[in-house]
């Protein structure tokens, strides 16, 4: 008896030092488990499900109502997990257009911003890069010609509660596509460059890991961090994404305005008079579909605010220097989602 209680013990420990934790979420998208997956009982870790073993919506939702939600594999098996995920993206985004669009967008975005998890993780890692960035361009061209289904889509991805790290630059590039293609002044080409630009444009936020966003008071050394993201983000994609000058200069510029220090000043236009920037209208609607996006989604320490409020702020931002754009703004989120909220 003495000796199985002491063998359990140094299975337990041995299990502690092996396993590293998944999200639920990554097994919603896959259709067995590719591995085993360990859950705690009564403080003790657990195989609760089976290498093998399908992995349906209800079992997950059993699994979650038992209080299953902290979900670990053993760190051998990790690749497993994220290559069966990058599998799907692949395959979802290949398929596209066949079947239910809203069905369709809704798990190519769902599983985009998973990758984008793995992706800060490892923000050097060129399989994740290019991956993420032909599944972003494929949805680009898919939504392109049905703008009428963002809403719906931005809507249904909010409900999922994906790390805000993750979600908000895809919300922020949804809105921005639609927003150019309803201005109609902008090419197909134009509209894929810029939203490539506005989804990564966040990457050098991988220097800090996720969780601690969500904290409200980040220690010095990390506001730091926060504030030099751009510039961050300018180091790890320069000369792995085709991006021209031009838009890597639009990420390097994404924060012409400061909310960690409440200045509230939008300012391209003296930017663009020095020289300094060739695109100030561009880096403009970059910046305020982020603005919108960081203000309706949620964080720990404040609730999400509501689309037609946020345009409050963002009239602050910019409807004295660029007035006409700030009315287009407001009739784009008039058109396609004010009136179905
Ligand atoms: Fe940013």
């Known amino acids: 008896m003495e000796f199985t209680e002491s063998y359990d013990s140094i299975k337990q420990n041995l299990l502690t030092l092996q396993v590293v934790p998944i999200s639920i979420r990554e097994l919603l998208f896959i259709s067995t488990a590719p591995c085993d997956i360990y859950g705690i009982k009564e403080g003790l870790f657990q195989r609760i499900l089976r290498k093998g073993v399908f992995t349906n919506k209800p079992l997950l939702r059993d699994l979650i109502a038992k209080g299953q939600v902290h979900l670990f594999v053993k760190r051998n ?22 079947g239910n669009p809203v069905e369709n967008g809704r798990s190519v975005m769902n599983l985009l911003t998973i990758n984008m998890g793995y992706l800060y993780e490892d923000p050097t890692n060129d399989k994740h890069l290019k991956l993420q960035h032909q599944c972003a361009k494929n949805l680009v061209y ?24 993750y979600a908000q630059p895809l919300i922020a590039s949804i809105f921005l596509l639609g927003l150019m293609k309803y201005s109609q002044l902008y090419t197909d080409q134009e509209i894929e460059n810029l939203f490539i630009t506005s989804y ?34 300018v180091q790890i994609l320069r000369g792995r994404l085709p991006l021209s000058p031009n838009h890597i ?30 695109a100030g209208f561009e880096t403009m609607l970059v910046t305020v579909m982020d603005v919108i996006s960081a203000m309706i989604t949620g964080r720990p320490f404040r609730p ?27 009739s784009y989120f008039k058109s396609f989602f004010f009136d179905k909220n």
């Open 77 to 98: 098996d990790r690749p497993l997990i994220i290559d069966n995920v990058q599998k799907n993206l692949l395959n979802v985004t290949r398929s596209l257009s066949v």
């Open 142 to 165: 898919f939504l392109i010609n049905r703008i009428n289904i963002l809403e719906p889509l931005q809507k249904d991805f909010i409900k999922q509660k994906h790390h805000f790290v």
């Open 200 to 233: 990564f444009k966040d990457i050098g936020m991988s220097s800090i890991p996720a969780e601690k966003y969500d904290q409200d008071n980040l220690t010095e050394k990390e506001k730091e961090l926060l504030s030099r993201h751009a510039q961050h983000s």
């Open 249 to 278: 200069n639009i990420i390097q510029h994404h924060h012409s305005f400061s909310l960690l220090t409440n200045d509230l000043h939008l300012d391209l236009k003296s930017k663009e008079q020095s020289g300094e920037l060739i």
């Open 304 to 330: 999400p605010t509501k689309l037609f409020e946020s345009l409050d702020l963002v009239k602050i931002l910019i409807a004295d220097q660029y007035p006409q754009e700030f009315r287009l703004i407001v």
